[in-house]
């Protein structure tokens, strides 16, 4: 009912698709059903590949993994000859499913910003990256400030309302920025003053400030807590301070930062001054010069989450080098390959795969670059990130191995459910152009009436407004020149 | 093991690199047998045993059976594939080193009208990209002025300036060239409501007759200046060059006019291709379309007028919300299917390098394996009319040649060999002397 309303309610053909999709998960029942993937190749990730092997899945959960399980009656049966399923692909490093901006860009110090009150269910990248396999991601705050904005881990359950998405229990993060983007060396506009900071001298002291500040705030709370517990009545609460409260939860190790950087020299510094403050950095986001610091990313325990072959688009992306997920990892650092852009998202298996030729890692390695290093990276590795029993079944089933650039997508798995079908998808398209042509029709009709009633020359109805084609817009953390059409590279 | 492998691998190929360097410094023909190989020819079914043989930068031999000749350096490729090298047909390699930085950048002039500059002229040679870039397989590419990257600043210009064709290799631009002047770039006009303000940093939206208008005016503009170059181009035929006023733009479009020079021409909506189409077919100009998001629906028109397609990379998103999630990786096929001659190019320096992967991706949704192949080999020469020399393994043509160890698309595959007009050339860059320094890092 709600879809056909908005059906009738729809100009922009985008929502056409996108309540047709709606309305067909409408149909699925509720409760995951008993699936049993027969004799496909399993990669576990964790435990090796089995060939014709199978995976039964049980209340949205992996029920067990094997070389042959039996099938319970009415369970449905995916026959997976010929094909391959990897657990779901985690994107550690994405904007999508986000209304509007990804920047609160006026400010250095953005922590009250929180990406999680902006969640649109409704954007069209989360189909899209679902049929590229993607089942997780980490929804980030842009770049442009020093702290950024507060992070949420997603499902990609597409159909359902933006309440559905978070993944439970998820630790929420903050974006960090360290660099060009915050110190907003690209994007200076002439007669415009300069933000501070203009330097990375002044992004760390912008950080330092922030943290000393919520240093003595989140001493203030503990003596009044204290005080308080001790009995001593008519305290004077401290003021509640938005901006500082996340930073409080990045001290007491309930919130993770994710840290965008580049150089070797920015990398170092951020983790001084978490050692000066005692917070852990749990990521480093593109880190393109990683590789050169590896050591020190490991001894930290910090992670680090990179493109696969991303490079010179700007002067601190100039020494980034495709072998740089590989060094880490041979140098003991946790390493995952992200996308920061919705259609990257969708071959990060190929992105992964390219680590086996950039540094020699090994195709476990490569494919747990984007499936169970993100996991423990992001803290749900419990719950997705291989195929094994007791974990959600978050599933990809490609027509080839994911470890090449010929695997397509035939269906993606979360918590049980097929949110994407491969078959089912170019089976709805005819019906779906029908359905538009109606509705545009329609709407055309209607568009018409008015217009020749008052019309002097009928028939010269007003051409509707075309728009400009945009280019491929480019990844948030890569803008570095404003785009025609786009927001201004999202900064 | 595969990292002890792979350190060796970089040992040996350092070693490559340094006889690659010194025997590019002495410019000896050197004749090479590259036997026991499977060979995809492109100009026929494979060879699965075979022999190539270069000599003085061209393929002399090729086959089942070929006498290795004294003197020869023989290369044992048992196990490796042999494949013509891959050809980038839009590229702004050697005109664009870091995009964010604008003194490394000359791959766009001011002004809406400069059909005299050319790409060959700014192309620098020691930029980091060309050894990058060839590492990937890629040994030609096409360097394109006005063609964007992120360095555009949204202003390409109409007629942006001639495009030169070049090997990835040689110490000066003369030693690169293949062929200064391969296209005239023309951006086509497109009618838009939304554009980009510079000066502010901020959108603008404008009304769909002003944004008629100002297409308009563009589309006189360019008809002015190719009806000004034909009567020009008359007079250059009827006198000396003192009998009438030199005009180093009109001269530019002599060639263009006289459809000797192909004009690559830069459209993605399918309004714009259709106008595009219909503009050069009158103007009697050679098209090749480049871009082309939309080139589907206007399949039928390309075909008949046989107009080639240079298509942005498979791996990009579809434009509208409701197009079908694989609406760009499944345009190749269709195309191909239509009649529709198609080449596939990177747009970009950086990401050169996933020039195979977007075939591969392609391949994977439909287009065959071998039409895939030649939309990175053949067909970018036979579009640019430079399939003489280059894209198949024939006889008589350059020796731009890849050996690997499988299939040149795949993401996996090793480039063993590269052989860049007829010399072993080394496939060391920045990335990998990085690499090898920081593998070897001491522990701190």
Known sequence: VKASSMLLRSLAAASVFAAACIAAFAATPPDAPVILIQNATVLTVTHGTIEHGSVLIKDGKIAEVGASIKA???????????????????????????????????????????????????????????????????????????IGGQTIVIKLRWGQPAAKLPFEGAIPGIKFALGENPKRSNFSI??????????????????????????????????????????????????????????????????????????????????????????????????????????????????????????????????????????????????????????????LNQEAAKCIKYGGLSRDEALKLVTLNPAIQLGIDKRVGSIDAG????????????????????????????????????????????????????????????????????????????????????????????????????? | VSFNRSVRAVLFLSLL?????????????????????????????????????????????????????????????????????????VTQMGLSEIGAVGSTVDSTETG????????????????????????????????????????????????AGQASAIHLAGWTMDEMQIKRSAAMVLNWPTIATRTFDFATFSR????????????????????????SARHYAQAMGHGGPSDFERDVKLEALVPVVRGQLPVLVFADRARDIRSAVEFCDKQKLRMILAGGIEAYKVKDLLRSKDVPVILRPVLTDPDEEDDAYDRILSQPVELTAAGVKIAF??????????????????????????????????????????????????????????????????LTTDLKYLFIRGQLTSTDNRHKRLYEKYLNRPKP
């Open chain 1, 72 to 146: 319970p009656s009415g369970a449905q049966i995916i026959d997976g000859t010929g094909l391959f399923v990897s657990p779901g692909i985690i994107d550690c490093h994405s904007h999508i499913a986000v209304d509007g901006s990804v920047n609160e860009g006026s400010i250095s110090v953005s922590s009250i910003a929180n990406i999680a009150e902006v969640l649109d269910s409704d954007d069209i990248s989360i189909y899209r990256d679902l049929a590229g396999g993607v089942t997780t991601a980490n929804i980030l705050h842009g770049s442009a400030n020093s």
């Open chain 2, 17 to 89: 690199y340094f006889a690659a360097s010194s025997s590019a410094q002495t410019p000896t023909p050197t004749t090479y047998a590259i036997t026991h190989a499977k060979l995809v020819t492109l100009a026929g079914p494979p060879i699965e045993d075979g022999t190539v043989i270069i000599k003085d930068g061209k393929i002399a031999a090729i086959g089942a059976s070929v006498e290795v000749p004294a003197g020869a350096q023989v290369i044992d490729a048992k196990g490796l594939q042999v494949s013509p090298g891959l050809f980038d047909p």
């Open chain 1, 190 to 347: 002439p007669g415009r003053e300069r933000r501070y900071p203009a330097s990375r001298m002044g992004v760390e002291e912008t950080i330092r400030g922030a943290f000393t500040e919520a240093r003595d705030y989140k001493n203030a709370w503990d003596t009044y807590n204290k005080r308080t517990a001790a009995g001593e009545k008519n305290l004077t609460p401290p003021r509640r301070d938005l901006r500082l409260d996340p930073l409080v939860e990045v001290l007491e190790g309930k919130r993770y930062v994710h840290s965008h950087c580049y150089r070797e020299d920015e990398i170092l510094m951020l983790l001084r001054v978490a050692k000066e403050f005692g917070f852990k950095v749990r990521t480093f986001q593109h880190v393109l010069e990683g590789y050169k610091v590896a050591d020190e990313i490991a001894a930290a325990g910090a992670g680090a989450s990179t493109f696969s072959d991303w490079w010179a688009y700007k002067v601190e992306a100039y020494d980034a080098i495709p072998y740089n997920a590989a060094l880490m990892t041979r140098r003991g650092v946790l390493v995952s390959i992200n996308s920061d852009d919705a259609e990257e998202a969708t071959h």
């Open chain 2, 345 to 410: 190019a990177s747009f970009d320096n950086s990401f050169a390098r996933r020039l195979g992967q977007n075939a591969a991706n392609a391949i994977a949704h439909g287009l065959s394996p071998e039409e895939g192949l030649k939309a990175v080999t053949l067909y970018p020469a036979q579009i640019l009319g430079l399939s003489d020399q280059l894209g198949t393994l024939q006889v008589g043509k350059v020796a731009n040649i890849i050996v690997t160890d499988g299939d040149p698309l795949e």
């Open chain 2, 204 to 227: 603008r939206q404008r009304p769909y007759a002003e944004a008629k208008q100002e297409y308009e005016r563009q589309v006189n503009q360019l008809t002015d200046v190719l009806e």
């Open chain 1, 391 to 491: 974990k959600d079944a978050d599933l990809v089933i490609y027509n080839h191995d994911p470890l090449s650039a010929y695997a397509v997508v035939q269906k993606t798995l979360i918590d049980g459910r097929i949110y994407f079908d491969r078959q089912k998808d170019i089976a709805a398209r005819a019906g779906l152009e029908k359905e538009k042509k109606t509705l545009l029709d329609k709407e055309k009709a209607a568009a018409k009436k008015p217009e020749e009633k008052k019309a002097e020359k009928p028939g010269e109805a007003k051409k509707p407004e075309e728009k400009k084609p945009e280019e491929k817009k480019k990844p948030e953390d890569m803008a570095t020149m404003p785009q025609a059409g786009t927001d201004g590279g999202a900064q």
């Open chain 2, 112 to 159: 809406s009208i400069n059909p005299d500059v050319v790409a060959a002229t700014a192309v620098f040679p020691s930029s980091e990209h060309i050894p990058v870039t060839r590492a990937s397989g890629i040994t030609e590419v096409l360097s394109v002025p006005g063609s964007g990257g992120f360095d555009s600043g949204g202003n390409r210009g109409l007629l």
